[in-house]
């Protein structure tokens, strides 16, 4: 077995029990990673340390990947990632110009989608997003309800205006955040007359990609994934929002931050479980570094 092929091996090791470790059952592998993984072993001759306490290269490999793996293979191992854990892109930011000529054609691309046929007969507005486009901040919902697809703006109902109560008492406002969802659609609900229904994970894969773009025009420092639909969507993970609130995960290279849906609250209005939900907003908070009081850090505690 060649050094490199060993040093990948070992590498690609490591990440798979390190996703292992963080809950991770599943992961997509490119055709790309599983041809360069296909290709044959090439033997060579080890070559001797040239001191005893010198790492061998699979130790180094083990320790920082990356760095000890030829470019080639180390663009390999970057291919086994999860849903939304792709490799962040390293284009320099657009000017102030260019990035709101580029937001406002996504915005007319999207508005005219009718990808979805059944969505796009049954909608009254799509439901882009609202907010700075400079946001350090960035909440990503599920899908329009019955007032946003009537506005055609995201969180306007009375879920929308307690995460506006939680946008003002984390010290901003809804125009210093940018808010948006999974769908751009209010999922149909054919013989209803009211009430919602979740997305369903094709309707979520056809409308994410203009997720995908708002995310990479905004460069958000900070994403929070609202309920476990948004996660989903977001992530592919299924393993319920109980667990995985409150714990960062990573989302196209930006630190991901999930918790409660408003709406949740609104079902279950229990001072700890408002606690819970303000405990990860306290976090997305010193993770930007913004000034958090004392007033702040004691809301929701029993006194």
């Not at 946001?135 to 007032?147: K, L």
């Not at 999974?182 to 009211?194: E, M, N, S, V, W």
Request: charged share 20%; glycine share 8%; net charge positive.
């Amino acid at each position: 077995m060649s050094d490199a092929y060993g040093q990948l091996l070992d590498a690609t090791i490591q990440h798979l029990e390190d996703l292992k470790a963080r809950g991770v059952r599943h992961v997509v592998v490119s055709p790309e990673a599983l041809r360069a993984l296909a290709q044959p072993v090439v033997a060579s001759t080890p070559k001797p340390n040239s001191s005893l306490g010198a790492k061998s290269p699979i130790q180094s490999a083990i320790r920082n990947p990356q760095s000890a793996i030829p470019a080639p293979l180390a663009e390999q191992v970057s291919l086994l990632t999860l849903p939304g854990e792709t490799v962040p892109s390293q284009s320099p930011p657009l000017d102030p110009q260019a990035k709101a000529a580029a937001f406002a054609a996504l915005r007319e691309r999207a508005l005219a989608c009718v990808k979805c046929e059944h969505l796009a007969s049954s909608r009254k507005n799509v439901v882009f997003g609202v907010g700075s486009i400079d946001a350090q901040i960035m909440f990503v919902g599920e899908a329009p309800g019955g007032d946003e697809d009537e506005q055609g703006e995201p969180f306007v109902g009375k879920a929308g205006q307690l995460l506006t109560k939680i946008i003002q008492a984390m010290g901003l406002q809804r125009a210093d955040v940018y808010i948006g969802n999974i769908l751009k659609c209010r999922p149909d609900t054919p013989g209803q007359t009211a009430g919602n229904r979740k997305p369903t994970t094709d309707e979520m894969a056809t409308c994410i990609p203009y997720l995908h773009e708002q995310v990479d025009l905004i460069r958000p420092k900070v994403i929070v994934a609202l309920g476990a639909t948004a996660v989903e969507g977001l992530l592919g993970k299924t393993i319920g929002i109980t667990k995985l609130r409150g714990t960062w995960k990573t989302y196209r290279g930006i630190p991901l931050m999930p918790t409660y849906h408003p709406a949740y609250l609104l079902r279950n209005q229990a001072m700890s479980e408002k606690r819970k939900v303000w405990e990860d907003m306290l976090a997305v908070m010193e993770k930007l570094g913004m000034p958090v009081s004392q007033k702040q850090r004691n809301y929701f505690l029993k006194s």
